[in-house]
Structure formats: structure tokens, C-alpha cells
């Protein structure tokens, strides 16, 4: 049973910074793509950051120089760390494998305020 769980998520200035958390479980995590999406209320959920198995990243324009996506394989947990952070970032925060199926982590709001 795959489990994606999202944590590190809050509220922060604008300027600051976060590091997001993704634990997951049920799968061969070192051989899969693993994505952070976001969404905010009333529109679709934008990819925010990739990382393949072999640690290729790609990013959203909007957050390219700012964020970063890492995986620490022996953890199973890929991270997105978001350095100045505008109220624009203000989303909730998934993150997502697809191993047969989608699968999506719970989400983590960050809050940006300025």
C-alpha cells in the first residue's frame, strides 16, 4: 500500500523560508519520479518540482532560483526546499509518485504573508 506524508508546512514572511517533507512507503522509492505539486482554491494543482531516480530536476518557472528538490533515498523522503518565499507560494502542498497508479500525499498548507 503506497503512503505518501507530507509534512513541514506553515506560516511564514515573505523573504523566509521552508523545508517541505515527503515520507513514503509501499513501493521501490529509488527508482521513481517523484513530483510537489501545489494548489490553491479554485485552481488546478500546478507542478512545482520534479526529481527522477537518477536526481534530474526540473522546476515551474515562478519558483526556479528559489526552490529546491532533493531525495535521500536510504529515507524513502524527497524534500522541497523554498527559499524566498512570496505570497504568491501560498498553496497547499502535495506530493506525488506514480507507481502504477497515481498517489497522492495528504497536502501541507503554507501560508506566506507579507
Known amino acids: 500500500q503506497v503512503q505518501l506524508v507530507e509534512s513541514g508546512g506553515g506560516l511564514v514572511q515573505a523573504g523566509g523560508s521552508l523545508r517541505l517533507s515527503c515520507a513514503a512507503s509501499?513501493?521501490?522509492?529509488?527508482?521513481?519520479?517523484m513530483d510537489w505539486y501545489r494548489q490553491t482554491p479554485g485552481k488546478q494543482r500546478e507542478l512545482v518540482a520534479r526529481?527522477?531516480?537518477?536526481?534530474?530536476?526540473n522546476y515551474v518557472d515562478s519558483v526556479k532560483g528559489r526552490f529546491t528538490i532533493s531525495r535521500d533515498n536510504a529515507k524513502n523522503t524527497v524534500y522541497l526546499e523554498m527559499n524566498s518565499l512570496k505570497p504568491e507560494d501560498t498553496a497547499v502542498y502535495y506530493c506525488?509518485?506514480?507507481?502504477?497508479?497515481?498517489?497522492w500525499g495528504q497536502g501541507t498548507q503554507v501560508t506566506v504573508s507579507s
Open positions: 509501499g513501493y521501490i522509492f529509488s527508482i521513481a519520479t
Open positions: 506525488h509518485v506514480f507507481t502504477w497508479n497515481d498517489y
Open positions: 526529481i527522477t531516480r537518477g536526481g534530474t530536476t
